[in-house]
Structure formats: C-alpha cells, structure tokens
C-alpha cells in the first residue's frame, strides 16, 4: 500500500512527467524523495520523513540548510539591485566586494577572481584561461590537460573530457581532444610497494614528456578526488607534481569545487600541502548551495598577462550571469558565518572526531579502507580485505539501506582498473553538524553495512 500523503504523490506523478533531472534514469525517480525543507543536517520530505544529509545534499550545503541569514541577504540584494550585466564597462559591489574576499582567503599568489554559476562551468573557464595565456605568450600549441583517473571536473564538454569517470562519457562521446588521464595518487590500489605520491606524479611528467612539453598547457587536480571516492593524495604528491610543473613550464589548475570553503579544515585544500596552484576553480561552498555560484582565481602572473593585452587579444570568454550581484551578496554573508562561527577550525576537529568514528567499522569484513580529511570522508568496501577484491554491488544495497533507515549518502560505484576498486561510501556532512548526528551516520551506516551482508 502506497503510505503516499496525496500532495506527495502529486508532486512525484509531475516530476515523473515534466522534469529531467541531472544523471537521469526513470526508474530511480518511481519512488523519488520530494524534499519540502531543511534545518542544520536534516532534510525532510513531502511525505513528512526527516533524513540526515550525511553529505551536504551534493558536497555543498557546508554550513547546512536553513540558514535565514542567507534569505535576508539575497532579498536585500534584490530589493536593491536584483542583476546588471558585468560586461565590460560595467560592474556591481557585491561581485567586487566577494572577488576581494576570496582573493584574501586564497593563496597568496593569487590576484583575481572570474565568476561562473557552476564548477562544469567554472573547469570549463580556467581550461579557456591556460590556452589564452600561452597563445598571449607566443605558445599556441600549448593546449592539451592532463587529468587523473577517478577525476571529477565537471559534463559540459571540455570539462567532461577532463573528468575520468567512463560512464559519463558512454552516451556523449567522443570526447574533445587534447584531454588525457593519467594514474591517480591512490595509496590504498597503489601497485607495488613504491610511494603513490611520488609515484602519481612522475606519471604526470611522463605525459608530458610523452607528449611533448611544449604542447601542453596544463594539469588540472582536485586536492582531495571526491566523486571518484574521496581519495587523499600522500603528502608527496602535490609538492613534486608543482615541481614538474614549473620544470616543464606546464600550468597547475587546482579543482577546489568540493574541497574549497572550510571543507578539508582549510579554507582551500592545497593548503594541506603548502602547494600553490596557477590557477584555481571553485564552486559549491561559496554560496553553501543555497544560490549557484562558481568561479576562477588566477595567478597574479597569469592577471599581468590579462591585463597586458592588447585590443585584438582580449579575453573574449563571457556568461550573462558572471558576478551576478545576488548571488555574490548570498557567496558574502556565507563567509562571513564561515568566519563568525569558527567553521573551518571546526571542520577539522569535528572531521577527525567523524573518522574516527566510522575507522571503529574497519572490523567489519567488507569494508576495506576508511579514508579521510577535514569533513570529507569515504569507505570502500571490498569482497576479501586480504585481496582487496573489489566488492560491486554491495554499496548500492547499502546507500539503499541507510536510507530506509534515514540516512543520506552517496556511492562511488566500484571502478574497473587500472587500479580497479570497490564500491566506496562517501562523505561529506555540513560542517557544524552536531556531535550527536555525526555518531548516529556512524551507526546507521555500520548497521546497513551488516544488514545486507
């Protein structure tokens, strides 16, 4: 018997007819949730059930739903000034006065601030800055990216030819050229007994070697890999992947659409790793979800160059909604709670406690690895922990689980290698989620994890 409330199963009978939704596939919206409203970690449904969102809806919502602040700061704003254009000769103070912000939170090599309204869009943009660059600079053939394996950059064209993850590619391929993958710094499938950090990075070198130095423009990396099952790089890696970098004359592009704003414990998660990128993509966070809003920081060398350019080399890359003032009014008053309640140090000591937790499952026969940093963590569950054999399969049935049981997360599906790997759980909570929540996730999680096992 359907247990429905009849304006739910309204709602869902016009979705199933009017709306696509991202990733669609029919069958998983027959019986989709319909969520009305959200307080803190909680979401709650047409149907009237209450879940935690163990992962911040989609790595985003990091200082968790319901935040009024944000409502009053968007309509103020549009009260005021609801959109003008910021085309050339043209400009709003909430977009100045955010650029300013992030650009003092960043690196200290970085100097200004491109908006888009997504992290597709905001790969899509830093991939046009590096060939624009090198083609100011006299080096137009300078453009092909490397990517990792297990990369996520985004599905817009040029970004999903960047992203290494083949079912995103089945249905729209070919891919745009001048995109290559290499193997991704994964310690816990790292073949042999070498450094995956040191290890990883030669292989970016050997692309580029491979390739030809002179035609590529640059290397993009998340710091953290997050869709492709949060995967933290050894503290070699990032380090000597600069290196090679500056060696070859090649950019460093710094996908921070998931680990920027407070997610990692650091502002921005480079900074784990004293590495400063060239350029550096940034999306979800800044706005905790609640208005879309993306971007491009570049290097204060690569802003010379902008800025240097004559009237026939100008940087012909525009979006109507770029610096859009509501949006950087909501990106504003977001930091500034950031900032006000500690978030980010927070963060990093909730995130430890939280891994903690779930390490207390690694008795567990299926899982493999708990894997982790700041309030980004993952579980990867295996068939055998001696072979690491990797379990497919299983985490469907346990994300199906913990959801019947109120929790919401997210699944890595099990990859085929090289290096192949299992279905991975994957973590992201908002960033001041109560002690208390983050032990139930734990518990929830344990106990679908040997329910269907």
């Excluded at 005021?80 to 254009?85: I, P, R, T």
């Excluded at 800044?286 to 010379?304: E, N």
Aim: proline share 6%; charged share 20%; net charge negative.
């Amino acid at each position: 018997m359907n247990d429905l409330m009849p304006d739910s199963e309204l709602l869902l009978a016009t979705d199933q007819r009017h709306l696509i939704h991202p990733l669609h596939f029919a069958k998983d919206h027959a019986t989709a949730k319909v969520f009305v409203s959200g307080e803190g970690a909680i979401l709650r449904t047409a149907d009237g059930r209450e879940y935690i969102d163990a992962l911040s809806s989609l790595w985003n919502v990091n200082i968790g739903h319901g935040r009024k602040e944000l409502a009053t700061a968007a309509a103020a704003q549009m009260e005021k000034l609801a959109y003008a254009s910021a085309y050339a000769g043209f400009s709003n103070e909430p977009a100045i006065r955010l650029a300013e912000k992030i650009v003092s939170l960043a690196y200290d090599n970085m100097a200004a601030v491109y908006f888009t309204t997504s992290g597709s869009e905001s790969n899509e943009s830093a991939f046009k800055f590096a060939r624009y660059h090198w083609k100011r600079l006299g080096k137009p053939n300078k453009v092909k990216v490397i990517s990792r394996r297990y990369g996520y950059h985004g599905v817009t064209l040029a970004s999903m030819s960047a992203t290494s993850l083949p079912n995103y590619h089945k249905m729209f391929g070919p891919t745009v050229a001048e995109f290559l993958q290499v193997a991704p710094p994964y310690p816990y499938r790292w073949p042999g007994n070498g450094d995956a950090g040191i290890g990883a990075a030669d292989a970016v070198e050997e692309a580029i070697l491979a390739e030809g130095a002179d035609t590529i423009a640059a290397v993009i990396a998340e710091p953290v890999m997050g869709s492709g099952g949060v995967i933290v790089p050894p503290a070699t890696y990032f380090p000597r992947l600069r290196e090679i970098c500056d060696r070859h004359n090649v950019l460093l592009i710094a996908d921070e659409v998931i680990t920027g704003f407070g997610r990692t414990g650091e502002w921005f998660g480079m900074g784990h790793w004293n590495t400063k990128p060239d350029l550096m993509s940034f999306a979800k966070g800044v706005t905790s979800g609640y208005l879309p809003l993306g971007g491009v920081i570049i290097s204060k060398h690569m802003h010379q160059v902008l800025l240097d350019a004559p009237a026939d080399e100008k940087f012909m890359h525009a979006a109507t909604y770029s610096g859009h003032p509501v949006c950087c009014a909501v990106g504003l008053a977001n930091i500034d709670i950031m900032e006000k309640e500690g978030m980010v140090e927070r963060a990093q000591v909730q995130g430890d406690r939280f891994r903690a937790g779930l390490e207390t499952l690694a008795t567990l026969p299926n899982v493999g690895e708990v894997r982790g940093i700041g309030m980004l963590a993952a579980i990867e569950l295996v068939e055998d922990k001696g072979s690491k054999a990797p379990a497919k399969g299983l985490g469907a049935r346990v994300v199906a689980e913990a959801a019947n049981r109120g929790v919401i997360l997210r699944l890595r599906a099990a990859a085929d290698g090289p290096p192949a790997s299992g279905d991975t759980l994957c973590f992201a909570p908002p960033l001041p989620t109560p002690e208390a929540t983050l032990d139930r996730i734990v518990q929830i999680v344990g106990e679908s994890i040997q329910a269907v096992t």
